[in-house]
T-cell receptor, first 113, second 112 residues
Framework: NAGVTQTPKFRILKIGQSMTLQCTQD?????MYWYRQDPGMGLKLIYY???????DKGEVPNGYNVSRSTTEDFPLRLELAAPSQTSVYFC????????????FGSGTRLTVV | EDKVVQSPLSLVVHEGDTVTLNCSYE??????LLWYKQEKKAPTFLFML????IEKKSGRLSSILDKKELFSILNITATQTGDSAVYLC????????????FGTGTRLKVLA
């Protein structure tokens, strides 16, 4: 049981480049989330999804896009990368019973130069 | 504005010490409060608290919630170097769907 798998683990982008952060879960969870974690700033919600075909903005959605064509996959797209998007990105999922909390992926460290 | 505040921001102790980490919150439509431990990788789930005064316990870790005073504490007794991590508090808010609001975390370093 792999849980939540994120790729890549590290990436350096140049300003203006685009990329997609991949997130896959094999727990049949309906709820999936993308967070970014800046030093000393805690986790900020970028986008979330309550099921396949449904996505919604979180606190800091600007500069990002998501899609949820299947229950398993929730990719995060960065268009026109900016230095302000340098951060660690976490994907998470949870089942319908929130009592077990989130299961997080291992994170993607992104640097935009 | 909804917020979750953790204190202290960082803490250095020696092995065997007992530590208390604090999480206070001002959140509308409160549903539950969760504690996570984050080492070098992703946060891992520790506890979920929904009712006041009921202690959750797992080994040397325990946590309790006070919904009247709007805070929770996480206690770690007989600390070990493996307890060194960032401890995150998150409040779950219900407004149609569940929204998690995270604190900035407490960085704990346990010295041998």
């Amino acid at each position: 049981n792999a849980g939540v798998t994120q790729t890549p683990k590290f990436r350096i982008l140049k300003i203006g480049q685009s990329m997609t952060l991949q997130c896959t879960q094999d727990m049949n969870h309906n709820y999936m989330y993308w967070y970014r974690q800046d030093p000393g700033m805690g986790l900020k919600l970028i986008y979330y999804s309550v099921g396949a075909g449904i996505t919604d903005k979180g606190e800091v959605p600007n500069g990002y896009n998501v899609s949820r064509s299947t229950t398993e996959d929730f990719p995060l797209r960065l268009e026109l990368a900016a230095p302000s998007q340098t951060s660690v990105y976490f994907c998470a999922s949870r089942g319908d019973r929130e009592g077990f909390g989130y299961t997080f992926g291992s994170g993607t460290r992104l640097t935009v130069v | 504005e909804d917020k979750v505040v953790q204190s202290p921001l960082s803490l250095v102790v020696h092995e065997g010490d007992t530590v208390t980490l604090n999480c206070s919150y001002e959140v509308t439509n409160f549903r539950s409060l969760l504690w996570y431990k984050q080492e070098k990788k992703a946060p891992t789930f520790l506890f979920m608290l929904t009712s006041s005064g009921i202690e959750k316990k797992s080994g040397r870790l325990s946590s309790i919630l006070d919904k009247k005073e709007l805070f929770s504490i996480l206690n770690i007794t007989a600390t070990q170097t493996g307890d060194s991590a960032v401890y995150l508090c998150a409040v779950v808010q219900t407004s149609g769907t569940y929204k998690y609001i995270f604190g900035t975390g407490t960085r704990l370093k346990v010295l041998a």
